[in-house]
């Protein structure tokens, strides 16, 4: 018991800190705390100075949730068995539609107003133009699609 109560009392480091965020970050993500809760929680957690305070607030999150200590020794899916986007910063968007994306925007910008102004030579530019960039984003997802 003196152990346990000798270990709520050290101060925690900034790594810590950071540890106990991405638990309650990933507890709100996966719907465990609310918004408000959230916030609160990681207020108290970067101004802790003890592991005592810290294991107040992720506690009653320890015992489920994908980053929990006990979790770590099992495999993570791979990308191609994911249900969830990548943890980097979510879901990566396609090349292709990256240019597809890109292309609807040049056509507002470019082709449209040349049809307005009686220039229909005007979209042949434009078809021109996107094409060409269209060509590696094509080569990149067929490649893609042929590895997997």
Do not use: K
């Amino acid at each position: 018991m003196q152990d346990d109560r000798s270990d709520d009392l050290q101060r925690v480091s900034d790594a810590d800190r950071d540890a106990a965020t991405t638990m309650l970050r990933t507890a709100f993500e996966e719907g465990r705390l609310a918004q408000d809760e959230h916030a609160e929680r990681v207020d108290a957690a970067l101004g802790a100075r003890t592991r005592g305070e810290l294991a107040t607030l992720t506690t009653d999150l320890a015992a489920t949730g994908r980053n929990h200590p006990d979790r770590s020794h099992q495999p993570r899916p791979g990308p191609e068995e994911a249900d969830e986007p990548e943890e980097d910063g979510g879901s990566r968007l396609s090349p292709l539609a990256g240019w597809g994306i890109f292309t609807a925007v040049a056509f507002f910008v470019w082709a449209v107003p040349a049809l307005v102004m009686g220039y229909p030579m005007g979209v042949l530019g434009w078809a021109l133009f996107c094409g060409f960039w269209g060509i590696p984003p094509l080569i990149v997802t067929l490649v893609r699609r042929r590895r997997s």
